[in-house]
């Protein structure tokens, strides 16, 4: 047992943070978590109680005064990335922060810029480049097991987010693009040893959540590498069944096929239904994928673990604020690319208010 655990304040009593505490409790001994943040305070009491956590807070610049935490994890929604962000760093707070790392690349600058003026780490939390079985796949690249590497996918569908935050565009930026597709271009560059990119190429569409979203709910990117490899993101909210998670490398000596839930699943036939079966299934009812261990399976628990050991050793996270930013700067150009039907060259920053108004307003 460790004496002198790491101070964690949670920021955000949602889906997320529900995955960071059991990734914590579990996994990460040497982190402690002291408080809570919701800006409902009931949410943020009955969140606390449920994870027996002594302090809860609806005021950020309270929780950051009082609660002793020296790193603060941010779980809230993409519009509030920034702002919480940037009053951790001043206030000496070292920073884990769920992607996307920020809505607009100039809140991405600004956040670098204070983190590194105030001597704090930010850590962008891209699960991916954790997850087990896509490290294993990224091993045995260094192998040579599949030879050179000419092409790699990765997929991530379901059938919608947990909240209604996510399908409104002011509040996310965009629609399953920033939602999921982030997480395919930051292990794209992960696998290529942060390969710069050449230029982008996508399409997108809304197909299941026209009422309830103008953002993308359906979309296909095409990365181009400047090493010659070209990558592929598929990311859809279009897809029923259950969470789709998985990756392909292709080599001039091999391939490697990597599915984060269908190899970590029981096969299961219930008449009636039961409790949980994996995230964002349907029914459990019928024959379904009964799914175990999700969070470990997915890399939060070995994500966390590594960025409190960055915290507690005074290490570079292999994930920075800087690998965020240029995820961002992918998403949008891949927006930039659907609205405009053609490809789009890296380095991108144009001046928007969200990135998906250049799919919405090609002429922005």
């Keep these: ?46 969140f606390a109680e449920k994870y027996q956590i002594a302090q809860f807070f609806d005021d950020v610049d ?137 230029d982008v190429y996508a399409t997108m569409s809304t197909v299941m959540h026209k009422g309830r979203t103008q953002g993308e709910d359906n979309a296909v990117v095409i990365v181009e590498f400047e090493n010659g490899v070209t990558c592929v993101a598929e990311s859809s909210w279009a897809k029923h069944g259950g969470m789709d998670d998985r990756c392909e490398i292709y080599g001039t000596g091999g391939v490697v096929y990597a599915d984060l839930f269908m190899g970590n699943s029981a096969l299961t036939y219930s008449r009636d239904g039961y409790g949980y079966a994996m995230e964002k299934v349907d029914s459990s009812a019928g024959w379904t994928f009964t799914i175990f261990e999700e969070a470990f399976n997915q890399g939060y628990p070995q994500e966390l673990k590594h960025f409190i050991e960055c915290v507690r050793e005074d290490k570079t996270p292999i994930v920075t604020g800087e690998d965020g930013r240029v995820v961002l700067e992918m998403i949008y150009a891949a927006y930039a690319s659907a609205g405009q039907g053609k490809k789009v060259a890296l380095p991108f920053t144009p001046k928007v208010s969200k990135p998906v108004d250049l799919w919405l307003n090609p002429q922005a």
């Design 62 to 198: 309270t929780l950051l005064a009082q609660s002793g935490c020296e790193v603060v994890d941010i779980c809230v929604p993409n519009y509030l990335h920034a702002s919480v962000c940037i009053k951790a760093a001043k206030a000496k707070k070292h920073i884990i922060i769920e992607k996307p790392l920020a809505v607009t690349i100039e809140e991405a600058d600004e956040m670098i810029a204070v983190c590194k003026e105030n001597g704090v780490k930010l850590m962008y939390a891209e699960e991916l480049c954790f997850a087990p079985k896509y490290e294993r796949a990224r091993m045995l690249i260094k192998e040579g097991a599949v030879g050179d590497v000419y092409m790699l996918k990765q997929a991530e569908k379901h059938s919608g987010p947990h909240t209604d935050w996510f399908y409104d565009i002011n509040l996310a930026g965009g629609g399953v693009l920033m939602d999921m597709g982030c997480h395919a271009l930051g292990w794209f560059r992960w696998v290529l040893n942060h390969e710069k990119v050449k």
């Design 1 to 46: 047992m460790y004496t002198n655990r790491t101070k964690v304040a949670i920021i955000g009593a949602g889906f997320i943070s529900d995955i960071h505490l059991e990734s914590y409790h579990r996994f990460v001994p040497e982190a402690e978590v002291v408080a809570i943040y919701a800006r409902n305070a009931d949410k943020a009491k009955a």
